[in-house]
Every structure is written in structure tokens, then in C-alpha cells.
């Protein structure tokens, strides 16, 4: 359980660092609401993740894939550049998720 409640604060990581690009600087309301509340949730679980794995795997295996996930939609559907480069950077970042998962147990 405490691998489903880590890739569910990283997903709402995704979800609020997206949001932000929707909130204009948290001046529109609907937006701000939705990604305050991504972000709550996302320290939510990542807390409950926190009750089992080691601290270090759950912030790393958490940041590692919110920052995958948020490059990823820049990438596909915000315009953001894609680049041999860039994939493989993402590409390392999840080995590294995946090499502290295997290593955690």
C-alpha cells in the first residue's frame, strides 16, 4: 500500500505543478482551488508513504517522478521542447526512481 499512496502524491504533484501554469499567478479562482488542493493531497499521501518506506526513497521516488510526469505533459501538450537529450535525462531520472524502489525492497 505504501507504493500506491506514493504514486498517488506523485501524481498529484503532476496535477499541482501543472495547475500552476492555470492559476495566473493564483489570481483565478477555479484553477487555484483545484491545484491547492493537488497539493494538499499530494503531501497527504506522500506522508502516508512515509509511514513504511524510508524517507529518503519515498521524497526521491516521489520528486523523481513528479518532475517526469510535469516535463512530460510540458513536453506533449504545452509546447515545451523536445529533445533526444531531454527524453533521456527523463529516462535516467526513472531508472533512478526504479534503482531505489528495487533497493528499498
Given at each position: ?73 510540458g513536453?506533449?501538450?504545452m ?27
Amino acid at each position: 500500500m505504501p507504493w500506491i499512496h506514493l504514486l498517488l502524491a506523485a501524481l498529484c504533484e503532476v496535477g499541482w505543478a501543472v495547475g500552476i501554469k492555470f492559476t495566473h499567478g493564483f489570481t483565478r479562482l477555479v484553477p487555484s482551488v483545484l491545484t491547492l488542493a493537488a497539493m494538499g493531497l499530494s503531501v497527504f499521501f506522500l506522508g502516508q508513504a512515509m509511514k513504511t518506506l524510508p524517507m529518503g526513497t519515498a521524497y526521491a521516488v516521489w520528486t523523481g517522478l513528479g518532475a517526469c510526469g510535469t516535463a512530460a505533459l510540458g513536453m506533449l501538450f504545452m509546447g515545451e521542447p523536445v529533445s533526444a537529450l531531454r527524453i533521456a535525462s527523463l529516462v535516467l531520472i526513472l531508472a533512478g526512481v526504479a534503482g531505489l524502489k528495487l533497493a528499498a525492497g
